[in-house]
């Protein structure tokens, strides 16, 4: 498991080019560039010469697995709005542990990998991150294979999405609504099999285990 997506999106953004100029310049198309940048497909060992040489960078650099010290970040969008923000950040301050899942319990898993994210773009708190499995709020910026960096809180504010334990399950990320009486905790999918749930504002088989505050793309 590499971060060469990742890599490649950071380099290609310092030059200033977009996909299709990229594209143009390696003499592929640019389908191709975006497969490799979110993690589709994986470039043969050619093309990693090709790029390595392009940007000035060992082949070791763009293929080892160290903690990420840059990101494309996608903020979640408010329901009804999925405005996505694009901003390249520099260097990270802070290491944050990804898992597969989040448990309702207790989070004793090994973490899949390490990122690393600057103070100034996710704020004081205590963190985790969840790389997103599925396409339950893919309409929100999380779709399969990007990252949740979620703020570790056991409350939410109306429109937050949340990381959600129902009797001590793992966690889904849902947006989460209190109303007079009742929870509602909704889906953002393309896929319709996903309904409202609903819970009762006293239900305490429910726990909030944090609040979702970006969303990196698909390094993988």
Do not use: C, W
Request: glycine share 8%.
């Amino acid at each position: 498991m590499d971060n060469l997506g990742l890599k490649l999106k950071k380099l290609r953004k310092e030059k200033g080019l977009n996909q299709d100029e990229l594209a143009q310049i390696l003499g592929v198309g640019k389908t191709t560039i975006s497969n490799y940048e979110t993690g589709y497909t994986r470039p043969p060992s050619a093309m990693i010469i090709q790029l390595a040489d392009f940007f000035s960078v060992t082949t070791d650099y763009l293929l080892n697995d160290d903690p990420i010290p840059y990101v494309i970040d996608d903020t979640p969008s408010k329901i009804g709005s999925h405005l996505r923000e694009n901003t390249t950040v520099a260097y990270g301050e802070r290491s944050i542990s990804v898992y597969s899942s989040l448990s309702g319990d207790a989070n004793d898993a090994s973490p899949l990998f390490q990122i690393k994210l600057p103070d100034a773009l996710i704020g004081g708190g205590d963190f985790m991150a969840l790389k997103v499995s599925g396409d339950r709020m893919d309409q929100a910026a999380l779709s399969d294979g990007s990252i949740a960096v979620i703020r570790k809180q056991d409350f939410a504010d109306n429109g937050d999405i949340i990381a959600v334990s129902l009797n001590g399950n793992p966690a889904f990320l849902s947006r989460y609504y209190r109303l007079e009486d009742a929870v509602v905790l909704l889906a953002e999918s393309s896929n319709s099999i996903y309904k409202p749930v609903l819970l009762s504002p006293h239900d305490k088989n429910h726990k909030i285990l944090g609040k979702v505050i970006k969303s990196i793309q698909s390094i993988f």
